[in-house]
């Protein structure tokens, strides 16, 4: 089977979106429409001691306030699955941890009763704010082992060795965080913009004692997730309850310094490399030791070996890591979650390697390809890094780059400097099941698991439509996000586009087949609605299951249980990634030392492009993320009371368009099809790995000096 290339469509949403007419979670009103706001604790350990809600209850417009006392007990633990997130408990964890809901008639009566209400607490003056603290435990996990990197290192004619840090960073989305929530006749409705409707509803089912038939979550869009929306939060069933209990709709959009405090958010991480090279100057051997930041219960795993024993044909690799858990809210999963700061150590001292041994970077990475996994010994189902390295340099221009730091100086003094970066991001799959209905009315409905988050599946799933059928586009629905619809799942780890439009090639050919029977070898002209309508039947409808390699019918009943059944990267006969590199050119001002990027060229090799418009858009993005992480943003502690000092966007900076140059996108478009039928892989989370490296080992280039911690400052360089 082949997988041609597609052609540059438009996104589905482009015109509603620039007209401002999409609807976000938050849009939807309600008749009868409540407003909540949370109460935030001030302490960062301790316990609610008194909680007077009288001060509250007196402002004109508040109709009630909910404290712990309102839900019922935690849910018992389930084998496998982890727990919800917590109500309203006395117990405090963290710093603005809410401890009581205010509810009313109005937003400005919400904020007031909130306003009014001064718990008094027991403080625990023990707690940990940072992982330098005393009081941090470090817990160690299993580590990842290909070969036997020490006897290998011990051969190591050349080596180098050094630490790498990541700071703290918050995602931000646009979007803020928000709830709505209306029970009627039984049944609770709630609109949220989040990656994982199923785990929204699995989680209030648990909490609230519901049944399935009991909730129904929709999602229509996602302005932004990131990971941030990837799990139930803790509001939810905050203003589910409070519906509950009142018989009207509540809505609550969480103030975005309330986010920094109550959100998932990427770990402060530390990366100790020691790379070794042989007397033919190839890297040998690896010795990777990462931990990070962790909450006291938290569970996002620190998977920083993830990527790199894939990207340079490594055999010996042995990869350690561990949580350090102090006092803070649990830490989640961010844009390339762990590749991000893995990819900005692991190939920052691949360059450093490189310039150790007086060889090009390009031509040093060119050395190494990378034919199979080194953990689980299984060759990969493709693998072009080198293509996009090649790719890159020729468009890029870095023939003409001198190989000695500090040769590129303007005449006022600038700095110039070029560097190259690679990343890598497992390729994943989850099952799907996805109804396909043409009528002859013109409309076209497709159903299936997925979010649209601004990353354009809509779009991917129009292509394969539109590609595959005659049918009306601009009547073309693609509902996703909605559990009454389909069984959802989180989307995430750059397996949506993977997960989704198999399911839709597969719903196409079977509505085909299924109009072929209807025929019966007639041939009426026009497209599918004509058909339709001039052998009188209003619709046909069809439905199938789609699975990834290795899958069965075990993955597709979690899936419709409302359950995780996401596979890869270890498949059982192959491993699978997507990749890229990044070519940046740094300059590096003589007096202010400020760093500017004005140029970047990306090639990614994500197997074929199912929409070249919104996948460009994708790495585009990453782009400009990996320039923000790198240059500007940093979670900033309060060492004395916890919580976070920089909890807006006035304080926690971030890239802005005046930061961002030229970005030269490229693709080497070739399909996969070990993977699935259509040869397409992930692209979102590997668009951002590898950026940060490359402004690294670009400022080197300029001024000969490494800055091995993120984010750069003009300090850095002074």
């Known amino acids: 089977m082949t997988s041609a290339p597609f052609p540059n469509r438009p996104r589905v949403d482009a015109r509603e979106k620039v007209l401002g007419a999409t609807k976000y979670a938050a849009d939807y009103g309600m008749t009868g429409l409540l407003y909540a706001m949370q109460v935030p604790a001030t302490i960062a350990k301790g316990r609610v001691t ?56 109005t937003l400005e009566a919400a904020i007031e009763g909130a306003e009014a209400i001064r718990p008094v607490y027991a403080t625990d003056s023990s707690f940990t704010a ?15 082992t290909g070969g036997d990197a020490a006897t290998a290192m011990n051969r190591a004619v050349t080596r180098h060795r050094a630490e790498y840090v990541s700071p703290a960073q918050h995602h931000n989305p646009m979007e803020m965080l928000s709830t709505t929530a209306e029970w009627k006749d039984g049944v609770l409705t709630v609109y949220e ?7 929204v509803k699995g989680a209030l089912m648990r909490t609230l004692r519901l049944s399935a038939d009991q909730v129904v979550v929709k999602s229509p869009q996602v302005g932004g997730g990131f990971g941030q929306k990837g799990a139930a939060q803790r509001q939810t069933a905050l203003v589910a309850r409070a519906a509950m209990l009142l018989g009207r709709p509540v809505k609550l959009v969480v103030p975005r310094g309330q986010i920094f405090h109550n959100a998932t958010f990427r770990p402060k991480n530390r990366h100790r490399i020691e790379i070794g090279a042989d007397a033919g100057g190839r890297m040998i051997a690896v010795r990777y030791d990462a931990d990070q930041q962790q909450s006291r219960q938290g569970q996002f795993p620190p998977k920083y070996h993830e990527s790199p024993p894939m990207m340079y044909g490594i055999a010996d690799y042995h990869g350690t890591a561990a949580n350090i858990r102090i006092d803070s809210q649990a830490p989640g999963y961010m844009r390339a979650p762990t590749p991000h700061p893995s990819s900005f150590a692991f190939d920052s001292a691949v360059d450093e390697l490189a310039v150790k041994l007086g060889v090009d970077p390009v031509a040093f990475r060119l050395r190494h390809r990378a034919t199979r996994d080194p953990i689980d010994d299984k060759p990969f189902s493709s693998c072009y890094l080198s293509d996009c390295v090649i790719e890159g340099a020729r468009r890029f221009g870095w023939k003409d780059r001198p190989l000695a730091a500090g040769a590129m100086v303007r005449p006022d003094g600038t700095q110039i400097g070029w560097g190259v970066g690679c990343g890598a991001y497992p390729a994943n799959v989850h099952p799907n099941i996805a109804t396909l209905r043409v009528g002859a009315d013109g409309t076209t409905r497709f159903a299936a698991a997925g979010h649209e988050m601004g990353q354009g599946i809509r779009s991917t799933i129009e292509q394969i439509l539109v590609r595959d059928l005659a049918i009306d586009p601009a009547r073309l629905e693609i509902a996703i996000g909605d559990t009454s619809v389909a069984p959802q799942h989180v989307t995430a780890g750059s397996w949506g586009t993977a997960s989704a439009v198999p399911a839709a ?14 025929l019966a070898g007639r041939t009426p002209g026009g497209n599918l609605h004509r058909q339709l309508a001039t052998v009188r039947r209003p619709f046909v409808q069809v439905e199938v299951t789609t699975t990834g390699p290795g899958q069965g019918g075990k993955e597709v ?65 990453g782009v400009v993320w990996g320039v923000s992480a790198c240059l500007r943003e940093a979670s900033e502690v309060d060492p004395r009371f916890g919580g976070w000092l920089n909890n807006d966007l006035a304080d926690y900076v971030i890239a802005v368009n005046a930061d961002i140059g030229e970005i030269d996108v490229g693709f080497i478009d070739r399909p996969d099809l070990q993977f699935n039928t259509l040869g397409a892989k992930g692209l979102g989370e590997v668009a951002m790995t590898g950026c940060a490296a490359a402004i690294a080992n670009a400022v080197y280039h300029a001024t000969g000096k490494r800055l091995r911690e993120m984010p750069f400052r003009v300090d850095d360089l002074l």
């Open 193 to 199: 913009g989040t990656q994982g409707s199923n785990m």
């Open 505 to 518: 090639e597969q719903a196409a050919a079977k509505l085909k087949a299924a109009m072929a029977q209807l």
């Open 130 to 144: 940072t992982i330098n603290d005393r009081g941090a435990v470090r817990q160690p996990v299993e580590p990842i």
């Open 50 to 105: 008194a909680l007077s809600l009288d001060a509250a209850l007196k402002v004109p417009g508040v109709v009630t306030v909910l404290t712990s006392a309102d839900f019922p007990p935690p849910p018992a633990a389930q084998p496998g699955a982890p727990p919800p997130p917590p109500t309203l408990t006395a117990e405090i964890a963290y710093r603005g941890q809410p401890v009581a809901l205010v509810i009313a008639e």
């Open 557 to 621: 009943e979690r899936l419709r249980q409302g359950g995780m059944a996401v596979s890869g990267p270890d498949y059982p006969e192959f491993t699978s990634f997507s990749y890229i590199a990044h070519f940046v050119e740094v300059h590096v001002e003589p007096y202010t030392r400020r760093i500017r990027v004005p140029r970047v060229v990306s090639i990614a090799d994500c197997g074929r492009v199912i929409s070249p418009r919104t996948a460009a858009s994708q790495v585009r993005g």
